[in-house]
Antibody
Framework: QLQLQESGPGLVKPSETLSLTCTVS??????????WAWIRQSPGKGLEWIGS???????YYTPSLKSRVALSVDMSKNQFSLRLKSVTAADTAVYFC?????????????????????WGQGTLVTVSS | ETVLTQSPDTLSLSPGERATLSCRAS???????LAWYQQRPGQAPRLLIY???SRASGVPDRFSGSGSGTDFTLTISRLEPEDFAVYYC??????????FGGGTKVEIK
């Protein structure tokens, strides 16, 4: 059974950099057809996708955060990481890591399914001085 | 950017009743790129439906998804106590970009 676990500081000061790591167990981060993603949820709010990374390092980000965010992968540790710089109180949220499936199908037509199938439990990061 | 609008914001129903949740997109969404999730308080979201209508592994058959184009629906045929939660739709577009709807809370009446 695949498991994802977020780790990192729960408190970050304004203007500093938020850094989180997601450790994947029960499966390899290098398996094809899977991207790895970060999603956040501000208190009492909905879900916001931050960005996704493939094991080869290719990334894509949500436009609103693209100038401040960077994802990376460490294949030797089966981990991927998030760095969000210049944080403000608006970045206070529960941060989830998740596996993003991009699976090809070829019955009744052809194409790709895209969805998040495994999630970490989430970690609360508060931005405050 | 494709915006997903979910309605209603809150659905007040009793156990055993049928729940119908709507997800409307601001532009056409490829059906295979549309998914639904359930989130209980204090938990991570759980995948229910992918490809607009395919149930994920282990999801009870009282959950069903339908729709195409810009209008998608999640139906819970008979609400069980554990189904009272918040539900989100999510889509992928080839920018590439992923977005979630704002969520529908299903609460006990």
């Amino acid at each position: 059974q695949l498991q994802l676990q977020e780790s990192g500081p729960g408190l970050v000061k304004p203007s500093e950099t938020l850094s989180l790591t997601c450790t994947v167990s029960g499966g390899s981060i290098t398996t094809s057809s899977y991207y790895w993603a970060w999603i956040r949820q501000s208190p009492g709010k909905g879900l916001e996708w931050i960005g996704s990374i493939y094991y080869d390092g290719s990334t894509y980000y949500t436009p609103s955060l693209k100038s401040r965010v960077a994802l990376s992968v460490d294949m030797s540790k089966n981990q991927f990481s998030l760095r969000l710089k210049s944080v403000t109180a608006a970045d206070t949220a529960v941060y989830f890591c998740a596996r993003l499936v991009e699976r090809y199908y070829s019955y009744e037509g052809s194409g790709y399914y895209v969805y998040f199938d495994y999630w970490g439990q989430g970690t609360l990061v508060t931005v405050s001085s | 950017e494709t915006v997903l609008t979910q309605s209603p914001d809150t659905l007040s129903l009793s156990p055993g009743e049928r729940a119908t949740l709507s997800c409307r997109a601001s532009q056409i969404v490829i059906s295979s790129y549309l998914a639904w999730y359930q989130q209980r308080p204090g938990q991570a979201p759980r995948l229910l439906i992918y490809g607009a209508s395919s149930r994920a592994s282990g999801v009870p058959d009282r959950f069903s998804g339908s729709g195409s184009g810009t209008d998608f629906t999640l139906t819970i045929s008979r609400l069980e106590p554990e189904d009272f939660a918040v539900y989100y739709c999510q889509q992928f577009e080839s920018s590439p970009r992923l977005t979630f709807g704002g969520g529908t809370k299903v609460e006990i009446k």
